[in-house]
């Protein structure tokens, strides 16, 4: 069965640390690995989309990088700000499905 | 900009009621997919199309169903509504080569 996990669930940082989200998928034969970000009550937003022939992709501060071969990928954001405070979902497409992780909840102090 | 619209945003309906989301997007996408998600829970997979007249279910069980007729019209339907019933659905949409997908705005559904 193809499942994604997402870690930590939540964290808590002070404004201006660098931090990193986790994600990790069973079946390594993904299309692509794509990160949203989800404020609540709302629809998602696509933050940055790997295909699985790419390492890694940059949008602004976020980065995030796949290793098809073990089954992850990361998202590293520089610089937190409170602004970013929100849900972070990644998503692995596989053929003609999207299987989500539960993601993780982040919460940027000031 | 993601051109993907859900209507309605929200909607309080009586049980028993036959309910239909909308879901459109203009961006010519082959892959539409419908997901319920509880408040502060995972997506689940509910529907998914890989073009006209082609529908399937998802991972997750569910008494709605869904129809593909045109490409850019992707709705599902209720035809008994129930409290269980009660959650947010989001619709979204891709190309079929691996391309970023985007998401509605959802529709909160209530149910009373």
């Known amino acids: 069965k193809q499942e994604v996990t997402q870690i930590p669930a939540a964290l808590s940082v002070p404004e201006g640390e660098n931090l990193v989200l986790n994600c990790s998928f069973t079946?390594?034969?993904?299309?692509?690995l794509q990160w949203f970000r989800q404020d609540p009550g709302k629809g998602l937003t696509s933050l940055l989309l790997?295909?699985?022939?790419?390492r890694e992709q940059t949008s602004g501060r976020l980065n995030a990088s796949l290793d098809k071969s073990s089954g992850r990928s990361t998202l590293y954001i520089a610089a937190s700000q409170p602004g970013d405070s929100a849900t972070y979902l990644c998503?692995?497409?596989?053929?003609?499905?999207?299987?989500f992780g539960a993601g993780t909840i982040l919460r940027v102090k000031s | 900009e993601a051109d993907i619209y859900q209507t309605p945003r929200y909607l309080v309906i009586g049980t028993g009621k036959k309910i239909t989301l909308e879901c459109s997007q203009t961006?010519?996408?082959?892959?539409m997919y419908w997901y319920q998600q509880d408040p502060g829970m995972e997506l689940h997979l509910i529907h998914y199309?890989?073009?006209?007249?082609?529908?399937e279910k998802g991972d997750l069980s569910s008494e709605s169903t869904v129809s593909r007729i045109r490409t850019e019209h992707f709705p599902l339907t209720l035809e008994s509504a129930r409290p269980s019933h009660t959650s947010q659905y989001l619709c979204?949409?891709?190309?079929?080569?691996?391309?970023?997908?985007?998401f509605g705005q959802g529709t909160r559904l209530t149910v009373v």
């Open positions: 979204a949409s891709t190309f079929d080569n691996g391309r970023e997908a985007f």
């Open positions: 079946d390594s034969a993904i299309y692509n």
């Open positions: 998503a692995a497409e596989y053929g003609n499905k999207l299987v």
């Open positions: 961006m010519g996408h082959d892959k």
């Open positions: 199309s890989y073009g006209v007249n082609s529908t």
């Open positions: 790997i295909q699985s022939s790419q």
